[in-house]
Structures are given as C-alpha cells and as structure tokens.
T-cell receptor
Framework: DAGVTQSPTHLIKTRGQHVTLRCSPISGHKSVSWYQQVLGQGPQFIFQYYEKEERGRGNFPDRFSARQFPNYSSELNVNALLLGDSALYLC??????????????FGQGTRLTVV | AQKVTQAQTEISVVEKEDVTLDCVYETRDTTYYLFWYKQPPSGELVFLIRRNSFDEQNEISGRYSWNFQKSTSSFNFTITASQVVDSAVYFCALSEASGTGNQFYFGTGTSLTVIP
C-alpha cells in the first residue's frame, strides 16, 4: 500500500510568487494535516481537514490556505511568498479527525526554497 | 509557552551505548496523547509510539523503550545498544483531547548521532 505522497519534492520560488503543494493521504484515511518545519525546528501545525471540512488552523497568516477534495487529497496554497516561508512542508494522514484511536502518518515533505 | 520541551539539542554516542532522549510536556488537559517520531535525513517523520495519558505503563519494543511519568510530565525514550542506523532527529509530540482536531505540538527535536 502506498503511504502518504507529496508533490513536488523540491521547489524553488521567488518572493511574491504563489505556490501550491499537494498531498495524497493513505487509502482510507479521511484526515489530512499540514505542518511547516523550518530548519532546525520541530514541525508547526498549519491546517487540518477532515471530510473536506477545516477542523483546525494554526497561527499562520491568511496567505496560507488549504482545501481537501472528495478523494481526500489536499492542497496547501501560499500566496505572496516571503523568504521566511522557506521550509519543509509536511503532510500528515490519519483515519480519524481526533488522536484518540489513530496515529498520524507523514509524507516525505515538500522542501520549498524562496529566493 | 512551549508545550513540549526537548532540552537535548544534539547527542553523540558510540555504537552499542545506551542513550536516553528526554521529553517534558505541559498541558492542562486530563486526556492527552504523547508520541515519538524519528526523522531521518530523507525528511519523513516515522511514527515510533503513542501513549495515552491514562496509561502509564512503560513500553518496550526491541531496543526501544519508553518511560512515561505523569508526576514529572515526562515521556523519555531510551535506545539500548545503539546502532548507526539510529542516527536521526527524534521528535516528541503532544496532542490534546480538547484541542483542535488532530493537532500535534512538537518539540524542537534531538539530533542523535551514533558513531561507529
């Protein structure tokens, strides 16, 4: 079975541009969460979607947005890129919207560099 | 306030030594979940363990063991007889039952280097 897949794996963008990152969860998983991991730090929560509805939002500016599709895949969009947006963006897949009975499985991430 | 603290930024050990990675957490929830993840250079976070707040039993899985102590709000991770393949960054994480969905709070990670 395929794990969590993210695309692209690497991306270089210029300040002010827009970027779209994609994530396909594990088959049967309905929850997708997005995390930003700046070099040398732990991942920071951006969004969670479950059954196509936003279930949680971290402390990120409105330049960050996301959506989930009927097949449970998800996109993370970032507008007006800043140098500080350079990071590894991780997608997490889980069967439930709560941690009670499930683990979260992470993809390999998209490494975004803003120049 | 930092919900998860991993005070050890970097640790180096010689192969076959035992090593303990510390994790201290902070929460007001009575129901919460603690996790350890391993992050190799490839970037993917690999799930190692989940503990529920109401289950303080320590756990052993092969060379890995975890010591959960609610009294000190700690969830430490020990690797016995370390191997070079254990070299990675290890993250401790917390999820609160009352919190937003399945949000994880991660520590800043401990980078473990096992020297052959």
């Amino acid at each position: 079975d395929a794990g969590v897949t993210q695309s692209p794996t690497h991306l270089i963008k210029t300040r002010g541009q827009h970027v779209t990152l994609r994530c396909s969860p594990i088959s049967g998983h309905k929850s997708v969460s997005w995390y930003q991991q700046v070099l040398g730090q732990g991942p920071q929560f951006i969004f969670q979607y479950y059954e196509k509805e936003e279930r949680g939002r971290g402390n990120f500016p409105d330049r960050f947005s996301a959506r989930q599709f009927p097949n449970y895949s998800s996109e993370l969009n970032v507008n007006a890129l800043l140098l500080g947006d350079s990071a590894l963006y991780l997608c997490a897949s889980s069967a439930s919207d709560r941690p009670r009975n499930t683990e979260a499985f992470f993809g390999q991430g998209t490494r975004l560099t803003v120049v | 306030a930092q919900k998860v603290t991993q005070a050890q930024t970097e640790i180096s050990v010689v192969e076959k030594e035992d090593v303990t990675l510390d994790c201290v957490y902070e929460t007001r929830d009575t129901t919460y979940y603690l996790f350890w993840y391993k992050q190799p250079p490839s970037g993917e976070l690999v799930f190692l363990i989940r503990r529920n707040s109401f289950d303080e039993q320590n756990e052993i899985s092969g060379r890995y063991s975890w010591n959960f102590q609610k009294s000190t709000s700690s969830f430490n991770f020990t690797i016995t007889a370390s191997q070079v393949v254990d070299s990675a960054v290890y993250f401790c994480a917390l999820s609160e039952a009352s919190g937003t969905g399945n949000q994880f709070y991660f520590g800043t990670g401990t980078s473990l280097t096992v020297i052959p």
